[in-house]
T-cell receptor
């Protein structure tokens, strides 16, 4: 079965510092991987996705993620944090087989940006 | 309207009331989803509709009744709810090919409070 583990329910960085949010997955099929961001009292917004091809994917707001098959990881990074990046971030992997029509989400990581 | 819309954005209801949440997607997708997001709990998938057919019901209490009259509209009918049903209810849509879904697009959610 598919699963996603996000290491660290809370991450705190200073403004201008590197953002690194960790995601490890388990999948019985070639994974499709996604990162979403959620601001307070809003829905989830797609940041970026990996399906096939280039393993380094770029998303919106300066975020990028690298798919590493050997490490079963899909960590999210941004070189320089901005106050507006403070939000909750979710990693997700597509289901497989009869569950292929759904995504499996991690528990989320709340990013705090300090001034 | 673009993307996925949800109405109402906020709803307060008593335990004996009947109300409905509405979701509309303007993306031409063929699958729609209801999620429940409670404070400090993982995102819970409630229902999945693919090609207007309910394909998943994750042991959701019968006081929640979904309806998908066409591929663009999804409703969640609520009756005799409990205080623990207070949460953010999110609707999402995606394009499904066979058994494979791709990224999901989320609405802004309905913040439900049961008094």
């Amino acid at each position: 079965a598919q699963s996603v583990t996000q290491l660290g329910s809370h991450v705190s960085v200073s403004e201008g510092a590197l953002v690194l949010l960790r995601c490890n997955y388990s999948s019985s099929v070639p994974p499709y991987l996604f990162w979403y961001v959620q601001y307070p009292n809003q829905g989830l917004q797609l940041l970026l996705k990996y399906t096939t091809g280039a393993t380094l994917v770029k998303g919106i707001n300066g975020f990028e993620a690298e798919f590493k098959k050997s490490e079963t990881s899909f960590h999210l990074t941004k070189p320089s944090a901005h106050m507006s990046d403070a939000a909750e971030y979710f990693c997700a992997v597509r289901g497989s087989g009869e569950y292929g029509n759904k995504l499996v989400f991690g528990a989320g990581t709340i990013l705090r940006v300090k001034s | 309207e673009t993307g996925v819309t949800q109405t109402p954005r906020h709803l307060v209801m008593g335990m004996t009331n009947k109300k409905s949440l509405k979701c509309e997607q303007h993306l031409g997708h063929n699958a729609m989803y209801w999620y429940k997001q409670s404070a400090k709990k993982p995102l819970e998938l409630m229902f999945v509709y693919s090609l207007e057919e309910r394909v998943e019901n994750n042991s959701v209490p019968s006081r929640f009744s979904p309806e998908c009259p066409n591929s663009s509209h999804l409703f969640l009918h609520l009756h005799t709810l409990q205080p623990e049903d207070s949460a953010l209810y999110l609707c999402a849509s995606s394009q499904v090919h066979g058994l494979t879904a791709y990224e999901q697009y989320f609405g802004p959610g309905t913040r439900l409070t049961v008094t």
